[in-house]
């Protein structure tokens, strides 16, 4: 059908641009890229409720825990506005506690699978929060990114049949949204990459591409992963935010690298 055939030929000007290298499709770091998976991003109906400042709870939320407890932009918002000194019908306990369900939730982390997961870091959070160290951890990770890896860290299971777990993935996703929302607009917005496997294992094909030594780093220690992302960025030569790049390589590579041409 001649219609189906020019929205096919017309919809090429959207695809994201890439290389052959080694036999192999990369795609290109640019901005233009990063803007066509951002666009994605903001038009996939799943993001779209996670993004949503005013997904708030449902009424009676709190007493029926099977009701909808609100978006993580909601109550990193909430969070944002205790750190502002705004006025705030929550507690820092509960904003903290149904952000962690939140993250959680929208990223399928699965921290309960200990049973205790969520309650426990939660109360690290709290526990940082008390200490007034929270947001300037946020805004200023340090080299050993010490908020990170107090939420990683293992959990203790209460139920001996449960195994202990770290919880990297997570740790990386609560940081960098509570950043992205708490520093709107600022350099800091930007300061913890996400966790992620698929992007892990791509980094590989850019260090290959740059001439870079995969044994000068470890993509298996969060420092270091950071670090090679902002490497990797670098060597392309645009200006892309670590957000847009985690989002740029999860969303071209997380169906490929099955297929034996990426592996």
């Known amino acids: 059908m001649e219609l189906i055939k020019n929205e096919h030929e017309k919809s090429k000007l959207f695809a994201f641009n890439t290389i052959t290298h080694r036999q192999r499709e990369l795609v290109v770091i640019s901005q233009r890229n990063v803007t066509i998976a951002e666009s994605m991003i903001r038009n996939d109906s799943g993001f779209y409720k996670m993004a949503n ?14 009701l909808y407890q609100g978006s993580s932009a909601f109550w990193f918002t909430k969070l944002k506005e205790l750190k502002d000194g705004k006025e705030n019908k929550y507690s820092v306990e509960q904003i903290i506690k149904y952000a962690v369900n939140a993250v959680d939730r929208e990223n399928s982390t699965h921290l309960n699978s200990d049973g205790v997961g969520r309650e426990q870091i939660k109360k690290r959070i709290v526990d940082v929060y008390k200490t007034g160290r929270l947001f300037e951890l946020l805004k200023n990770p340090g080299e050993k990114y010490y908020l990170f890896h107090k ?3 293992e959990t203790e299971p209460e139920d001996e049949n449960k195994s202990k777990r770290t919880n990297y993935s997570f740790a990386s996703k609560f940081c960098h949204y509570a950043s992205f929302y708490l520093f709107d607009g600022e350099k800091e917005q930007d300061n913890y990459s996400i966790w992620d496997s698929v992007i892990r294992k791509s980094l590989k094909f850019y260090f290959d591409l740059y001439n870079l ?3 000068d780093y470890n993509f298996d220690e969060y420092e270091s992963y950071q670090d090679a992302i902002i490497k990797v960025i670098t060597c392309s030569q ?13 969303l071209y590579y997380r169906g490929r690298l099955s297929l034996d041409e990426y592996k």
């Open 53 to 66: 400042v005013n997904m708030q709870p449902a009424p009676g939320f709190e007493d029926k825990p099977h």
């Open 151 to 153: 939420i990683a860290e």
């Open 213 to 215: 030594k995969v044994s």
């Open 238 to 250: 645009e200006k892309v935010s670590r957000n847009g790049f985690d989002h740029l390589i999860w």
